[in-house]
């Protein structure tokens, strides 16, 4: 019986063995078969690319800290080179190597919002976040043409051994020219489609985050009526219509209007009328000031501190000069939108380029009644309004002297009710409109005008007639500004020829591209492929150990997305 059990066992054992080796060569089998498919998929399909710079930014980010603004609370990416990581530093504009392995060098310390426009951020103290990690499909200019606003992957012109990443504005053939930070082929105005705008587009004023009432150089931006039926709240604005709203004529009609409040800085010149200047004050010639009194005109450079307002108050009593003074610092502040981005260093741009080109967003949810929500924007030459109906479930374009909609479409199909996502754009001149998304009917092209316009300082209102609204989500961006630097080598305008593309960075000021490069087109045989995804992000994690701030890497599962 002995033997015969340990015969048994003998072959229990055996069997085990066999099934354990056989388990290990089936691990080993399927992760060479995973080696070779890693191997393969990175060799003709796919593979990984860092960022590091910040060219593409705010679209696509290099290296970066995370800045919560002190004022608003609003959270952006403030830029540091890959060098510098662990340090402070950044780049001076002419030093930048805008590549995605490159390199920058120079001292940074302060981050400007790009929201609420506070500067002097401090970001000494913040930990680094590594750049966008890319999968970039190496196959895709093989199988069709690259397209014009797609962000593209290809080697550096003068050393093929750095890969770029920007996006193609220019196909071959085309003559191309950088006209007011537009891009023109061949003369003619290339517009973004709305997927494009939504992947371009840099945030100018979300309403959530507002710094407090009683920061004494901030006003609101949106500017709510006094009759009671607009009311704003923390992260909303409700509108409660009154007996005779329905009925009220356009002219009647409560707005909520959008001024730009910058709170600082700025170049730009303020004047207002001051019939003399007041016997008791001394002049602004005996003092160093932006403040100026010329030919019945008081002036001031920039935006005017709340302090230098009370300064200048307190050196007169004068009624004159303080309704002067007090016009003088309410329109210094408010300003046509200027190309402000948070991922830059506040003084490496020395100059600031305005915006005509925005887009409105929000979300409205109708609770009862029947009625309309409207918004109408300016570029400063043509007024647009577009009317949401709930009644009829249709959106109609109207333009300023122009008789009846020039466009008009029905929602596009729903889902489930509750709030709709408006979006409103006048970029590239032209109007865009979308419902959840989906343009509701074909965009409105237009032409700049004979004469000239003033930039608007007041582009958006918004209003309604009828029901019970709320508005959430409220926010302003803009355009990328293709800044003229370089300018092409001194060129106004350069001939792509066969097989030829002309490339540019979303961050316009620090980018280095086609306008500076001694060739400007990238060759056909340049290009590597088309990212498509970021994958595989991470964020600073943060542990107290042995007395001080230890801080190691966590998967950032909010910052995949698809590339547009």
């Given amino acids: 019986m002995g033997t015969r059990n340990d015969r048994t066992a003998s072959r229990h054992r055996s069997r085990a063995s066999s099934q354990r080796n056989s388990a290990l060569r089936q691990m080993f089998e399927s992760l060479m078969v995973l080696a070779v498919a890693v191997v393969v998929f990175r060799g003709f399909i796919a593979e990984g690319y860092l960022i590091s710079t910040g060219s593409m930014a705010p679209c696509l980010l290099g290296y970066h800290r995370r800045v919560d603004c002190p004022s608003c609370g609003y959270q952006f990416a403030r830029g540091v080179s890959k060098e510098s990581s662990g340090r402070v530093g950044y780049a001076t504009s002419g030093e930048s190597e805008q590549e995605l392995g490159g390199s920058d060098t120079g001292p940074v310390s302060a981050a400007i919002c790009p929201n609420c426009g506070l500067n002097r951020i401090e970001t000494a103290g913040l930990p680094t976040t590594e750049g966008d990690q890319l999968l970039v499909h190496k196959n895709a200019f093989q199988f069709r043409e690259p397209r014009r606003w797609e962000v593209a992957v290809f080697r550096n012109p003068g050393d093929p051994r750095q890969a770029y990443v920007k996006r193609i504005v220019g196909l071959p053939g085309e003559t191309i020219e950088l006209i ?16 494009t705008q939504l992947g371009m587009r840099i945030l100018v004023d979300d309403h959530k985050h507002r710094p407090a009432d009683d920061d004494p150089d901030w006003q609101p931006r949106w500017l709510v009526p006094d009759s009671g039926e607009w009311t704003e709240h923390r992260d909303h604005f409700e509108f409660r219509p009154s007996e005779s709203s329905s009925t009220a004529s356009d002219d009647d009609t409560d707005w909520v209007q959008y001024r730009h409040w910058l709170r600082s800085g700025g170049t730009h010149r303020t004047s207002v009328r001051l019939a003399g200047w007041p016997a008791d004050a001394s002049s602004p010639d005996a003092i160093f000031t932006p403040l100026s009194y010329r030919d019945g005109r008081l002036n001031y450079v920039g935006a005017m501190p709340a302090h230098e307002r009370d300064r200048w108050l307190s050196r007169s009593a004068d009624p004159a000069f303080h309704r002067a003074i007090h016009e003088l610092y309410e329109r210094s502040h408010t300003t ?43 570029d400063g030459r043509h007024e647009f309004t577009t009317v949401v109906d709930f009644v009829r479930r249709e959106v109609r374009l109207y333009v300023a002297g122009v008789e009846g909609p020039i466009r008009s479409g029905t929602w596009p199909p729903r889902e489930a009710p509750g709030p709709m996502l408006l979006q409103m754009s006048t970029m590239d001149r032209q109007v865009l409109v979308a419902i959840d998304g989906a343009t509701v009917f ?37 355009d990328v500004y293709y800044t003229p630097r370089n300018r092409m080598n001194g060129e106004t305008a350069f001939e792509l020829h066969e097989d030829e593309f002309f490339v540019l960075g979303d961050n316009s000021p620090v980018s280095i591209d086609s306008r500076s490069w001694d060739d400007p087109a990238v060759h056909r045989s340049m290009l590597i492929g088309k990212p498509f995804l970021v994958h595989l992000p991470s964020r600073p994690g943060r542990l107290w150990w042995g007395g001080q701030d230890r801080y190691f890497r966590v998967p950032d599962l909010a910052r995949i997305r698809y590339i547009r």
């Fill in 180 to 195: 007011d930070g537009d891009v023109y082929a061949d003369g003619m105005l290339q517009r973004k489609p709305l997927a």
């Fill in 336 to 378: 046509w939108v200027p190309d402000v981005y948070g991922y830059n260093h506040p003084l490496e741009i020395p100059q600031f380029f305005p915006l005509r080109d925005l887009m409105f967003e929000a979300s409205l949810e109708c609770h009862e009644g029947t009625g309309e929500f409207r918004v109408e924007m300016t």
């Fill in 442 to 478: 074909d965009p409105v092209a237009y032409a700049d005008g004979e004469t000239p316009a003033d930039l608007p300082r007041y582009p958006v209102r918004f209003s309604a007639r009828g029901p019970r609204l709320t508005v959430r989500d409220v926010q302003l961006f803009r």
